[in-house]
């Protein structure tokens, strides 16, 4: 029989983390490793896919969809607005669905169905058929974003999101760098009785739905559930959440919490991360489309197009590294991942046509949002506490990310150049590096005041200095970031 916590705790060879919360180093390192193994690469490849989804209709564009459904400029970018459309439309009731639900089976049957609809974007013969497609697509896929975070806040501790935040948002980069090859290779196979870009939607989808179907039954409902852990690990895990004071996933929708929510200042910073954070997006859409305007035919556009996500990955994980050396600096380091894509629309907007391979180059620096995004998930998941609050924040992140992205293209109407849509990029990124440290100052002072107030350790998720669990083998008690006074800011 496997000693007891009491028995481990007077052994001589104990460690310190043992005593302080119940758990040797090596135990949470093991229970780390089977998250790492099976809730990662999960969230990964599902996150891999959505941005897939997204960024077909930039090689769609190179590949006929313009010429072969008749749009206008104006109405290619209402391709891309409406998509974003559809996702704010969901986030309303997606808020309360994802305080109400089992995240696993929420998430993965909206998976299943975005996937169905992506295969249905091959069939529109005209712009207004294409455009209900991606609005239905856009509404689908509301549900992923927000709650990968939550599902990182619930699996992981503050110290593990920046690098698993980032892990699944480089997903972004990667299905830049494979999508732009794999259309490469569909449009290249001349056996194809569909256009390209039709059969590129058909792939996509029915690798989406079947990720969906994978995601709704081996991701388990909670760490109670997960059959990948022990009953010592399933311990393990819900003592390790509770050093962070996270409560875990529970299904009840709070009023008090949205009322709390909708009146505090952290919540509306990260709603204005979402606006200002992708204004700045139509670079990766449009992007493609100014390098075919230099001269490049429609497979040299493609694949000048995929290094934008390799230099997306690097600078990505340049503000891992960041957050890895200065852990209580984050926003010092998203402020300074501003400043590439900064430089970067600043050339786009200065060097002529005749600058060939320098427009390339400024158009992949120009594309690097990820690297800041991340950090700016990574802090919304860090600073949110509550269930009802934590899905409203992470919702609000959202709903600002969807209007920024519906706003944005609408500006990226008249190239080859894109004027407007350039320099919209470069005064967003100057105004959200003010927000930022902002950000910055704001959980700075609350931390500060909290410090001051010299409160004990005591707190009703603990009992006589152990652990109450509920029935679900999560600490009790579901208390807001602004309620529970020893709870510290992440920036």
Not at 40 to 50: D, S
Not at 448 to 470: P, T, V
Not at 473 to 481: E, H, K, Q, S
């Amino acid at each position: 029989m496997a000693p007891s916590i009491e028995e481990k705790a007077h052994s001589p060879e104990v460690d310190e983390t043992l005593i302080q919360h119940g758990f040797t180093a090596e135990e949470e390192k093991q229970v780390l490793t089977k998250i790492d193994r099976v809730i990662l690469p999960m969230m990964c490849f599902v996150f891999f896919l959505q941005y897939l989804d997204k960024q077909s209709l930039s090689y769609a564009g190179v590949f006929g969809l313009i010429t072969d459904l008749n749009m206008t400029s104006d109405q290619y970018s209402w391709c891309s607005s409406i998509f974003y459309v559809g996702q704010l439309v969901s986030e309303y009731p997606f808020i309360y669905l994802m305080s109400r639900l089992h995240l696993n089976k929420f998430v993965g049957t909206t998976v299943f169905i975005w996937g169905v609809i992506c295969m249905c974007l091959a069939a529109p013969q005209n712009f207004a058929g294409f455009a209900t497609v991606r609005f239905l697509l856009g509404f689908a896929e509301g549900a992923v974003s927000p709650s990968f975070i939550t599902m990182t806040s619930i699996w992981y501790r503050k110290s593990e999101h920046s690098s698993r935040t980032a892990l699944w948002v480089t997903m972004n980069g990667v299905a830049q760098v494979i999508g732009c090859l794999l259309m490469y290779g569909v449009a290249k196979d001349s056996s194809l009785s569909l256009q390209p870009w039709r059969t590129m939607f058909l792939i996509c989808g029915a690798i989406t739905s079947v990720t969906g179907i994978a995601f709704y039954f081996l991701i388990p409902t909670g760490p109670k559930d997960a059959w990948f852990f022990t009953a010592r690990e399933k311990e393990v895990m819900a003592l390790r959440m509770a050093v962070d004071r996270e409560g875990g996933d529970k299904q009840n929708f709070s009023i008090v919490q949205l009322k709390e929510t909708l009146l505090d200042p952290k919540a509306w910073f990260v709603f204005w991360f979402g606006v200002l954070v992708t204004m700045q997006s139509p670079v990766l859409t449009f992007a493609s489309l100014v390098i075919k305007s230099l001269g490049a035919d429609k497979f040299q556009t493609i694949l000048y197009t995929a290094p934008s996500g390799a230099v997306q990955i690097v600078l990505l994980w340049i503000g891992v590294l960041g957050c890895y050396m200065l852990p209580k600096y984050r926003t010092v380091v998203a402020f300074i991942l501003c400043i590439p894509p900064l430089v970067g629309n600043v050339l786009l907007m200065k060097l002529t046509v005749s600058a060939g391979w320098g427009l390339i180059v400024a158009s992949w620096l120009s594309s690097c949002i990820t690297a800041v995004w991340s950090i700016l998930l990574s802090l919304a998941a860090s600073n949110s506490k509550g269930n009802t609050k934590r899905a409203i924040v992470n919702a609000m992140f959202f709903i600002g990310y969807c209007a920024g992205c519906i706003a944005s293209p609408q500006l990226w109407t008249h190239g080859p150049r894109y004027f407007s849509g350039v320099v919209t990029s470069i005064v967003t990124w100057c105004l959200l590096c003010i927000v930022v440290l902002a950000y910055w100052y704001v959980c700075w002072k609350d931390n500060k005041s909290r410090d001051a107030e010299n409160l004990d350790h005591a707190n009703s998720a603990y009992s006589g200095g152990r652990l109450s669990l509920d029935e679900n083998g999560l600490p009790v008690g579901d208390m807001t970031d602004k309620e529970d006074r020893h709870f510290r800011y992440s920036y």
